[in-house]
């Protein structure tokens, strides 16, 4: 049996921090990607602070295995240098069958534990993962005397993680939220692609062939319109996170001079309610900026439903469109967003001003 209503939130190490009740909405549109033993990355990575809503110091895959104590250390010296004011500090840790992961965490936590905001595990298969690593983390807490808890982040990467989407959403209070890891998903599921998210040309739909006097026209020029390979996974997500009070995101987009691509990839993620995308770029951070914060035309028209509908019942017509106590909790998610933004990114605040309804 799982642990008890009673136990749940109890510290799971004498002296550890509550775990929290809820997960706070912190805008995270990017969560941007360096390797802190990077020499050339590190050095941009102050001047980034304020520009993007994570930054995070990844010590996984695209860290060679000769660098991975130079980049745990990188991360210990950069967390230790750095005011991150507005800015979340993320980590991604080793996988945990790893050579690296218990040094990871064993110095990450009382060195700069104060500083991390969100431990990102990776190819996490089952609630198990979650357990062990929420345990750890108390009893490290606990020894470094820590008064807030470190969150936990898991990447969908495994068949079994997706298949246990639900019990690891639901294994500890610590969860934070999940994202997609699609190529190591795709490698597991043996997904004939090999690509690092984004889609594929030959995943369509064609157009049916057209009939001529009565004889199909198989060789017809027919229209074919690409799908989303990750369309199930990403509504997955979506579920057991709005379920859990988590947040969802779209994960990487390996193809780094196709923006185009990428904004269409991130808006799709973002229109299906996921609230932010990895960055792996610099030139990223302004594509998941941009799509994960609400349009000022639809701020301005979710205000006008709000608005209109007073106690928030009943039916009314707005530009010839029905609105009623469903479409109004819509247009409230909408302004949420759009007030948590505003908040923390001058530019948004007086965009979203400049269209404000006068009471
Ligand atoms: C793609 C790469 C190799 C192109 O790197 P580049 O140097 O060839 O690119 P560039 O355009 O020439 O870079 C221009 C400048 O920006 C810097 N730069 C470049 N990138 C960054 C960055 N992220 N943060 C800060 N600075 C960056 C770079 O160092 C350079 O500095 P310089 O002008 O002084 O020479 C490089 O951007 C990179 O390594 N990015 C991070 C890759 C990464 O973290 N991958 C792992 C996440 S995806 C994943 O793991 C999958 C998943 C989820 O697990 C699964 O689906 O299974
Ligand atoms: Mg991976």
């Known amino acids: 049996m799982s642990r008890t209503a009673k136990d749940f939130f109890a510290p799971l190490a004498v002296g550890a921090p509550a775990p929290p009740r809820e997960i706070p909405a912190r805008p995270s549109r990017a969560i941007h990607f ?11 990575v102050p001047a980034m602070v304020g520009t993007v809503d994570v930054l995070l110091g990844n010590l ?5 295995a000769e660098n991975k104590e130079r980049s ?5 010296d950069i967390a230790k240098a750095t005011d991150f004011g507005p800015t979340q500090l ?3 840790i080793n996988s945990l069958d790893s050579p ?8 990450l936590v009382p060195e700069i534990g104060d500083k991390l905001d969100v431990v990102m595990v990776p190819k996490v298969q089952g609630a198990e993962d979650i357990h062990y690593v929420d345990r750890l983390l108390a009893q490290l807490e606990a020894k470094a005397g820590l008064t807030r808890p470190v969150l936990v982040h898991a990447i969908l990467e495994t068949a079994r993680g997706v298949a246990n989407i639900e019990e690891i959403c639901a294994a500890s209070p610590r969860m934070q939220g999940l994202s997609l890891g699609p190529a190591d998903l795709a490698a597991d599921r043996r997904m004939k692609t090999t690509r690092v998210g984004g889609g594929h040309p030959g995943y369509l739909v064609r157009q049916d062939a057209p009939r001529v006097d009565g004889e199909t026209q198989y060789d017809a020029e027919r229209a074919s319109y690409q799908q989303d390979l990750w369309h199930y996974t990403i509504a997955r997500m979506v579920d057991a996170c709005a379920m859990h009070g988590i947040y969802p995101y779209y994960g990487p987009f ?14 799709n993620a973002f229109l299906l309610g996921c609230v932010g995308a990895w960055s792996l770029h610099p030139v990223q951070i302004q594509i998941a900026n941009r799509v994960f914060s609400p349009s000022v035309e ?16 009943g039916a009314v017509m707005i530009d010839g469109k029905m609105e009623d106590d469903a479409s109004v909790k819509q ?18 605040r007086q965009q979203y001003d400049a269209i404000r309804i006068e009471d």
């Open 298 to 313: 639809d701020v301005a028209h979710a205000r006008r439903v709000i608005a209109a509908m007073g106690d928030g019942t």
């Open 60 to 64: 996984e895959d695209a860290v060679k």
């Open 34 to 44: 360096f390797d802190p033993g990077n020499e050339k990355m590190a050095a941009k």
């Open 331 to 348: 247009c409230q998610v909408m302004v949420a967003l759009a007030d948590e933004l505003a908040a923390i990114d001058p530019e948004l």
């Open 90 to 92: 993320w980590t991604r």
């Open 100 to 107: 690296w992961v218990l040094d990871d965490l064993t110095t």
């Open 72 to 76: 745990r250390q990188g991360l210990v």
């Open 254 to 267: 390996g193809d780094i001079l196709d923006t185009v691509a990428c904004e269409d990839q991130f808006r």
